[in-house]
């Protein structure tokens, strides 16, 4: 290869590449600017000295992505009547079906505890339930799940204005959370989406409404 | 330069003001090194003149029965003076130079002139079975350590008068100059420049002279060298080496083996040495050749005057490896080169032993010859010298036309040594302990610098039950990215960067929401307050991190960042290399 591949194998910048040849560092063959290298030398070369490069952090998501939709279709969306927050957490948490008992048992002790600690309604009638760390060992993916009240509750919201909408989050790690919460913060951003919420789409509808969002990003 | 002004008076100050190379003190130093090499040279003489003259006074009590006992109490003497009385560490000699000029700066105090003197007289006067060189080294280092304390000299040159003081002494032992500049270069010192080549030399030099004209034989072991650049000397020559690096190694286990033994028996630093001495006592019974510094010994081989068979010398060789591995491992005060001067001599003339039937009589070098050159090829074996074994066969027979069949030997033994001993006797336990760091070097400034000089206390803590609405007011009071998070007790439960919660902390709405303990990052690593440059650095690295938080135990005590450690390297290096 020539010196833009072995400066992007090494992560390093051509310049760098270009200098550790000049000064005998680096295994390559004939001199500047026609310098030649070999893949399995230059990687053996990277392994013994343990030159990992200047490349950036791999993005932990694609932000192609919409992670939104695919939390959604991970989770549920639908429609009860519970008579308190507590019972909207329970409801959200069972819709999630495929998850056994003890599961659901575990992540709606783990939502409410976080519950607990301060309301999580934060105004224009959206709460946003999630537990305080992640629940690696039920969740491997980020799934959303839409309960829609019937009647909307009291939910010590910032805004005082009672919660009809109920997201409940959950991550399998923290940077995914923020991840989620940034596209959700997003989302929130779109009135057209306020307004469908309060109508209680079924899954359906939201999809797509979070899919021209994704797209217009 | 007050100090040369008070001890050498006027007009000798204005010849020095001549060769005054700016703040380096040039003409100072080559005053002081002529110092050095006259102290040291006596220092040498003196010792080695006691140690014969204790030997002749105590031969009619070794004679007897008390002959087995004698070694131990020696040795026992010897330690005591050592570790008792000076308060020194038990050791060679050579490796407590190189740490005090790896780690201290080359200070060393004044009693080590004599204490490991003193020590080494009674011990090998005794019959111990170990060598004065270690010793002397070590006196003649602290006599140029003391010195350059007095002259108010600097760290470097301070480390320059110290090699003086090491080079002259073995110097004045072999009345060989280039030997102990050879020496003190490849071990003490490890860097050669314009600046430290000189003095080293010159000190080398006058103690040499010193020898020469007080005692007398221009050289220590006289003889011819007759190996030439023939093939078959060259080829014998290889296989030599090949002999001596194998026994170099079984020297430096052996000793290893015994210095761990002693550990074991949990006998300490008084103990071994006299339960050690009677094995050695016991030894000098059946093979009374196998005691002492055994330099009659080696006069006897080079001259051919020992008639021995092959089956005689082997058993020799394995008394005189026993005797010394047991003296020098028990940890009472004597050096290592004098023995494998000795081993090397024996393998010299064993291998004589063993060729000579194969090779006709005239193409065959003398006996001594092949003792000479085993000499050389064990020191550059045991104390991985190189340089060191060829010079010192070179300069004390003259042989300079041997060097060549000389360098076959010492390469080879010095190879096959470190494929099996990645370090010489004397670093092993230096580099074991990490104190094998040279001066002006990387590794030292990485070692030498702690975390808690380089960290940030002026750091403002969250708590996890805060939102990042909360966090919002407290990050417009600095200017800083990175917030630990810690816990009622101020342990650290997490850290929390600023720019990886940035977007939520635009949306008011979410960072109401939003506590601090759901988007810290936990478990993220932590260094101690007390880790090293290096330490804290790997861990940066495996981290991919740019600030950690510095902790003693749990307690928060505050951040660190890469660049600050940089800076701080920086600073170092300019600081103790002086060429910035």
Known sequence: ?217 | MPGARETLGAPLQRVIDLFEAREERWGTLLVLAIVVGLLAGCLALGLHAGTEQLVHWLAPLAAGPGGIVLPACGALLGSWVVVSLMKEPAGHGVPEVVRAVCREGGRMRPRSIVSRWLGSLLHVGAGGSAGLEGPIVHSGAAVGATIADRAHLDERQRAILVACGVAAGIAGIFHAPLTGLAFSMEIVLAEVSALSLLPVVLAAAVAAALAQALHGDSTIFAAPLELSVSSTDLLLCLGLGLACGLGAVMLTRGVGWMDRLGGRLNLGRLGAPALFGVGVGLIGFFVPKALGDGYSLIHEVIAGDLSAGPWLLAGLFVAKLLASSISLGSGAPGGVFAPSLVLGALTGALFHRVIEPWIPGDQLASVGSFALAGMGGMVAGTLQAPLTGILLVMEVTGGYGASLALMATTVTSLLVARRFERWSIYMRVLAEAGDLLRPGTDQRILADVRVSECLDDAVLPINEGMTLADLVRVARRTSRNHFPVLDEDGALVGMLELSSVRELLLDPELARVTLVGTVMQEGGARVSADATLAEALAQFDAASAWVLPVVEGDRFLGLVSKSTLFGIYRNELRLQTQEG
């Open chain 1, 1 to 217: 290869m020539d010196i833009t591949g072995a400066a992007r194998l090494l992560g390093s910048p051509e310049s760098t590449v270009v200098r550790w040849a000049r000064q005998g560092l680096l295994p390559c063959r004939g001199s500047y600017p026609e310098l030649r290298f070999e893949r399995s030398a230059l990687e053996r070369w990277a392994r013994v000295t343990g030159m990992r490069g200047r490349a950036g952090q791999a993005a932990r998501v694609d932000y192609q992505d919409d992670l939104l939709a695919a939390g959604i279709l991970r989770g549920a969306v639908g429609s009860a009547q519970p008579t308190d927050a507590a019972k909207a957490i329970g409801f959200a948490v069972n819709q999630l079906s495929d998850l056994p008992e003890e599961a659901r048992q575990e992540i709606t002790d783990a939502v409410m505890e976080r519950e607990r600690m301060a309301s999580t309604g934060l105004g224009r009638g959206v709460a946003l339930p999630h537990p305080r760390r992640p629940v690696e060992r039920w969740i491997k993916e980020p799934r959303l799940s839409v309960l829609f009240l019937e009647e909307s509750l009291d939910w010590a919201a910032i805004d005082g204005q009672p919660v009809s909408t109920v997201l409940l989050l959950l991550s399998p790690s923290v940077p995914m959370h923020l991840e989620l919460l940034a596209r959700v913060s997003m989302a929130l951003h779109d009135s057209t989406l306020v307004e469908l919420l309060r109508s209680a789409p079924d899954a359906v509808a939201l999809l797509e409404r979070v899919r021209v969002i994704h797209r217009e990003d």
